[in-house]
């Protein structure tokens, strides 16, 4: 019998096969699956209830696949939510510092007061037993928002608003903690009119001082 050539170039059609359409690599849309999937889960259910074998169902992978990218539960959680934030915390060049800063500041006050607010309390507070959490909250999330801040800063040293000499990580720590301080101890409000006072009080000095120069 012999096979008709229309029905062996659609065969695929006849079987229900469909082409995959152009674009992302599926190992990429794969992995994209498995940080949705987690972003929900921990929306959803919360970081303690989250495993691996449940996101790689909800993901539609097998575990092992989750584990190609993730070592553990900490790294994954922490890569979902720096991916689900960081083209929102870029540093701008407003041409100050206080400029840079505060803008970026206030994008994560906003981030904090969302729904992304809780993963970010779930990796902090889990890590205070866990070092795996804080480890990678640090290496994932915290560490490239820094070096990007010390760019920031080297536009302000080379505009003269800050020293040679100023030490970057206790000028940041200096900005930052406080936000951190709020969003976690909850005894006063987290706001961007706290932000523009907060940039104002810590660079103050700074500014100041490059004006009498």
């Not at 993901?59 to 989750?66: E, P």
Request: glycine share 8%.
């Amino acid at each position: 019998m012999r096979r008709d050539k229309g029905s062996k170039r659609n065969g695929g059609a006849v079987l229900g096969l469909k082409k995959r359409a152009p674009g992302r690599p599926r190992s990429e849309e794969a992995r994209q699956a498995i940080l949705r999937s987690t972003l929900q889960f921990l929306q959803s259910r919360g970081f303690s209830e989250l495993t691996i074998e449940a996101v790689a169902s909800h993901a539609g992978v097998g575990k092992a696949t989750v584990y190609r990218w993730w070592p553990n539960k900490a790294a994954l959680v922490a890569d979902a939510f720096a991916e689900s934030v960081v083209p929102e915390l870029h540093f701008p060049d407003t041409g100050s510092l206080i400029g840079d800063m505060s803008r970026q500041m206030q994008q994560v006050v906003r981030i904090f007061r969302s729904r992304r607010g809780r993963i970010v309390a779930a990796l902090l507070g889990g890590g205070q037993g866990d070092r795996s959490l804080l480890q990678a909250f640090r290496d994932r999330f915290l560490r490239p928002r820094r070096q990007e801040a010390y760019a920031t800063l080297q536009r302000a040293i080379a505009r003269g608003e800050l020293p040679k000499s100023v030490d970057q990580d206790l000028l940041l720590d200096a900005l930052y903690g406080p936000i951190y301080m709020r969003f976690l101890i909850r005894h006063d409000s987290l706001n961007g009119d706290f932000v523009q006072h907060l940039c104002r009080m810590v660079l103050a000095d700074f500014k100041s001082s490059s004006s009498k120069r």
